[in-house]
């Protein structure tokens, strides 16, 4: 006899009134309030049982895996693996007392859940030591709903969580990884690896509550060539090794896949790791500066050039570059660098040197016909062949930017020269015929496919006097 069908007995047994049709009736009545995917036949039955004042003696499933999770069952343990861990958090009940609030997502094979670990659970001993890949046991724990009706493993005080051993048949998080170029829309808690494109960057904001926030953002190049921009939320350079360099091998442990105005993102949160191919020592740098300008935010951006003629930009976010000048040559110890990307804190130092052998801006000048759309940055001398032109663009999201362009040539080609938003006016003070120096540009695909430049934060253009 089967488990469901033994049940089904002992229901009937204590309640001769009720005949195994009307069962039946109520377990799909049951099913359909609350989702068929998320009950099955032997979980409505045991809340049919309880909705009857029929104590069933036994749960349903004392050891089940996350696969027969139903909205209803207690005292449940499973074995798992551990995806990851959030940090814990305090709210306020209705009557103004404190409650703690710790959420983990786990797996086994291709099924994932999210465990919620209340008050003292939210601390037990050795939780934020857990890793990704982690076993664990989850004994005597109950399984509500979410707000889209989707189980969750539940912790309060009579349950506990703790290791289970080395060794499991369910697949290592190595096994459930994947090529970013893989991904789908509308999938989460996805393991993805991909390379890393280009530098990350902290970006700060204020959300819809007037609250401060902020996200790291970076893009990941998959086994097929295509990029994905990756945004995680609440989320900033503190947890990336100090020195990482371009084309570092990166991995995201639990991810969604969400549509944004470029196209298909890997959106993330407080809660997804990060792992990163790097280094935690860093070693001096020389460069000579090339040119210096300022942030929307006061931060001194320096364009700089290694011995080896390699572009590098660097934020000076304490200051302390205020008494140097384009020209000059120095060595200095960042706090972080971040492929081409340098950053100089209140822990760095700088200072002047006497170095022969750096390249100075002539010499690392990229003539037009070798610009190609490239994660890099260049450095051009052109003559302005048509006058600066400004104007106003509404994007699709109804916001009004401002964008200016160009059009300049070299020797060996012409090529477009765009400016947006604050960038757009460093090309206001500049006329026809004349020959400027653009530091700090990017080359992209622009209409038809034909290469163009545009200005960035490190961009500043000087006159050839």
Not at 29 to 53: C, H, M, N, P, V
Not at 60 to 79: F, N, Q, R, S, W
Not at 218 to 229: A, E, T, Y
Not at 382 to 392: C, D, G, S, Y
């Amino acid at each position: 006899m089967s488990e469901f069908d033994s049940l089904l007995s002992k229901l009937l047994e204590q309640k001769p009134d009720v005949t195994r049709e009307q069962i039946d009736e109520m377990i799909q009545r049951k099913k359909e309030k609350i989702g068929a995917g998320y009950l099955t036949d032997q979980g409505a039955l045991f809340l049919i049982a309880s909705d009857l004042g029929v104590s069933l003696s036994e749960p349903l499933k004392v050891e089940m895996g996350l696969k027969d999770l139903y909205v209803g069952a207690k005292e449940i343990t499973l074995a798992t693996r551990v995806m990851n861990v959030y940090p814990v958090k305090q709210f306020s009940r209705k009557d103004g007392t404190q409650f703690l609030l710790r959420t983990m997502t786990v797996y086994e094979g291709d099924s994932r859940a999210q465990v919620k670990l209340w008050d003292e659970k939210a601390n037990l001993p050795g939780i934020e030591n857990l890793k990704p890949g982690d076993l664990v046991k989850i004994i005597k724990a109950y399984v509500k709903s979410d707000m889209k009706g989707n189980p969750i493993i539940n912790v309060g005080s009579g349950s506990n969580i703790e290791p289970n051993g080395t060794t499991s048949t369910i697949p290592s998080l190595d096994a459930i990884t994947d090529d970013v170029s893989n991904v789908k829309e509308n999938q989460q808690n996805l393991v993805v690896t991909g390379i890393l494109d280009g530098n990350l960057r902290t970006t700060e904001f204020t959300n819809f509550k007037g609250e401060p926030g902020k996200s790291l953002q970076l893009r990941l190049k998959g086994k097929d060539g295509n990029i994905m921009r990756v945004v995680l939320w609440n989320k900033d350079e503190s947890t990336v090794p100090k020195v990482v360099t371009s084309g570092a091998k990166t991995r995201l442990i639990g991810v969604k896949t969400k549509v944004g105005q470029m196209g298909l993102e890997i959106h993330g949160d407080e809660g997804t790791v990060l792992e990163i191919e790097g280094a935690s020592e860093i070693q001096p740098i020389t460069i000579r500066i090339l040119s210096m300008t300022k942030s929307d935010s006061g931060n001194t951006l320096i364009l700089g050039t290694t011995q080896d003629k390699k572009l590098v930009s660097i934020s000076d976010m304490a200051h302390i570059t205020k008494d140097l000048s384009a020209g000059d040559v120095v060595e200095c110890m960042p706090s972080k660098m971040y492929g081409k990307s340098i950053m100089l804190e209140a822990d760095s130092f700088v200072r002047k040197v006497d170095e022969q052998g750096i390249p100075t801006l002539s010499e690392i000048r990229t003539k037009i016909k070798e610009i190609k759309p490239a994660e890099t940055l260049y450095c051009v001398e052109a003559i302005i062949l048509k006058a600066p032109e400004k104007r106003e663009i509404q994007t699709k999201a109804g916001e009004t930017i401002l964008l200016s362009e160009t059009f300049i040539e070299d020797d060996t080609g012409q090529i477009w020269l765009k400016g947006w938003r604050s960038q757009a006016r460093l090309l206001e003070q500049f006329t026809q015929g004349e020959i400027i120096t653009v530091t700090a540009v990017n080359a992209k695909a622009g209409l038809e496919n034909r290469t163009e430049l545009f200005l960035s934060a490190y961009s500043v253009i000087t006159r050839k006097n």
